[in-house]
T-cell receptor
Framework: DVKVTQSSRYLVKRTGEKVFLECVQD?????MFWYRQDPGLGLRLIYF???????EKGDIPEGYSVSREKKERFSLILESASTNQTSMYLC???FGAGYFSETQYFGPGTRLLVL | KQEVTQIPAALSVPEGENLVLNCSFT??????LQWFRQDPGKGLTSLLL?????REQTSGRLNASLDKSSGRSTLYIAASQPGDSATYLC??????????FGAGTRLTVKP
């Protein structure tokens, strides 16, 4: 079974802090994704990566950056956390060169609260 | 810009009923459509993926259909069970670099 793990289930941070969210997948998938999920809005894509050190902006990249130094690990960075970044963050991975053409496998999510 | 809508936002049915969840999208030019299940406080589990060239996919008691021309997909659940209670999301891939999700339908199956 594909396993996608996220470093924390719950996080509480203060405004202005730098926040790191980590995601690891164990199936040698090429593609990894970061989404945020807010009530009534569904999931929105922040960034994705199709290879080590490669990244592409999604729908809402402002205020975020990402890092993919190893194939299995994709990090989401909030450079200076703000209250409007309070959300559920979901990481996903998929196989293949078609980015979104194959099934995505999701981690359990990190619920971030920024005070 | 592709928009995905799921109506209703919530649905409650008695156990054993067959039911249909709806997903509509504004632009018929899609690469694929995927249905997911999300349990409270957890990530998403992929249920079915329909490529743009396909009309339907089946897995057990689940059947998903796709009508690109009308911008609609349905997820049919046969003989519903309390364990089917979850939020169901659909997502469309409008191009190679994007995926758009609906807000989901929260399903409750009552024993």
């Amino acid at each position: 079974d594909v396993k996608v793990t996220q470093s924390s289930r719950y996080l509480v941070k203060r405004t202005g802090e730098k926040v790191f969210l980590e995601c690891v997948q164990d199936m040698d998938h090429e593609n990894m994704f970061w989404y945020r999920q807010d009530p009534g809005l569904g999931l929105r894509l922040i960034y994705f990566s199709y290879d080590v050190k490669m990244k592409e902006k999604g729908d809402i990249p402002e205020g975020y950056s990402v890092s993919r130094e190893k194939k299995e690990r994709f990090s989401l960075i909030l450079e200076s956390a703000s209250t409007n970044q309070t959300s559920m963050y979901l990481c996903a991975s998929s196989f293949g060169a078609g980015y979104f053409s194959e099934t995505q496998y999701f981690g359990p999510g990190t619920r971030l609260l920024v005070l | 810009k592709q928009e995905v809508t799921q109506i209703p936002a919530a649905l409650s049915v008695p156990e054993g009923e067959n039911l249909v969840l709806n997903c509509s999208f504004t632009d018929s030019a899609i690469y694929n459509l995927q249905w997911f299940r999300q349990d409270p406080g957890k990530g998403l589990t992929s249920l079915l993926l329909i490529q743009s060239s396909q009309r339907e996919q089946t897995s057990g008691r689940l059947n998903a259909s796709l009508d690109k021309s009308s911008g609609r997909s349905t997820l049919y659940i046969a003989a519903s069970q309390p364990g089917d209670s979850a939020t169901y999301l659909c997502a469309v891939r409008p191009n190679n670099n994007d995926m758009r999700f609906g807000a989901g339908t929260r399903l409750t199956v009552k024993p």
